[in-house]
């Protein structure tokens, strides 16, 4: 990738922009305002000398950064429910502003927790798809039952349809993925259906199933949604329609599961002191299934390392979010693409 410098003030930052990866933070657009972004721009920084940031969002909310990182002053935000072409015509707002400059070549990767849909838009038009790529996807990582492993999920809500070919190349991304930024040697894909028979899904599923079976040696068949979290999967391929319905009731069930343990024990004086006896299970329990820590979803099939966080980022999120980037550069994620696809 062709470099151009952002035209830093210091001669010391002239010196360093060569050598260190480079990412871009949109900071407007979440539901917490800036404020939580930039204190996980200043943690992120304390432990990762070797990357240097660019801040781009409204200049007077970023002054805690001066110094520290280049600042884009960029006061315009997307609105949730702006379309392609409203994101488009947006040239000062942060979101369109922080994808140029992975577009131009100043930066590594790009992290937002503005829009889902103009951060889609956006990446997919500015940096396009990677060639053979049909479609590009959101993956992330979910938590499973057993402990330290994660399955990938994907695709979890870049499209509403999807073609049997898209599902397969979906297959092959998940799996690299899974190889190089999770350490999986030879992953475990399923597809996610309604039954574990091959006969079993949607029309479209079908003919992924079989494009699978015939062209993909990771392919284990069919997999319930039951069984998705289980430990056994490596990779679970779906549409992207069903994929954001997955993930929205699996955070909601985990929500409400916390809740209900947490009301059980509070409910007398007996039941707190039985919580004594399992605290420790209860964290780790938390820690598992912290959605905070993945860092969020990845956008793969671009030209780029694209990160979406949680609208609701905070600054635990924003520093996870860019740790996931970083690694994503360090692994050359989108040029194995290129060769896997």
């Known amino acids: 990738m062709n470099r151009k410098p952002l035209g830093f003030t210091f001669n010391y930052f002239f010196v360093i922009f060569l050598h260190m990866i480079r990412i871009a933070i949109d900071t407007l657009g979440g539901d917490n305002g800036s404020a939580p972004i930039v204190d996980g721009i200043l943690e992120f920084l304390k432990d990762n000398k070797d990357v240097s940031i660019v801040a781009v969002g409204k200049k007077e909310e970023l002054k805690k950064l001066e110094g520290l990182c280049e600042i884009v002053d960029a006061p315009d935000i997307v609105p949730m429910e702006a379309g392609p ?31 889902t849909g103009g951060f889609l838009s956006s990446s997919t038009l500015l940096l396009k ?11 992330a990582p979910f938590p499973t039952k057993v402990k330290g492993h994660k399955v990938v999920i994907l695709d979890i809500g870049a499209s509403n349809e999807n073609s049997a070919e898209e599902l397969r190349q979906f297959a092959v991304m998940g799996e690299l993925y899974s190889e190089h930024i999770l350490g999986v040697e030879n992953p475990k894909t399923y597809l996610l259906s309604n039954g574990t ?28 949604a039951r069984n998705a979290l289980a430990g056994f999967a490596d990779v679970v391929v779906t549409d992207g329609f069903t994929g954001n319905i997955f993930l929205k009731a699996s955070e909601g069930m985990a929500k409400m599961m916390s809740g209900m343990i947490k009301n059980a024990f509070k409910k007398n004086l007996w039941t707190k002191l039985g919580y ?16 905070k820590s993945t860092g969020g979803a990845m956008l793969l099939g671009v030209n780029g ?12 999120s924003t520093y996870c979010a860019i740790r996931v980037a970083k690694k994503l550069v360090e692994k050359d994620i989108a040029n194995k693409i290129k060769d896997g696809i």
């Open 276 to 291: 004594l006896h399992v605290r420790k299970g209860m964290k780790e329990m938390s820690e598992t299934m912290d959605y």
């Open 129 to 139: 798809t990677i060639p053979g790529v049909n479609r590009a996807a959101f993956i």
């Open 197 to 224: 028979e091959p006969k079993k899904g949607s029309p479209v599923g079908k003919e992924a199933y079989k494009l699978l079976e015939a062209t993909d040696s990771h392919f284990k068949g069919n997999i319930e």
């Open 305 to 316: 390392v694209v990160v979406k966080v949680h609208g609701n980022a905070d600054c635990y």
């Open 85 to 115: 072409l409203e994101v488009m015509r947006m040239k000062n707002s942060s979101m369109y502003k922080t994808v140029t400059l992975a577009k131009e070549g100043k930066v590594d990767a790009v992290v937002s927790s503005g829009s």
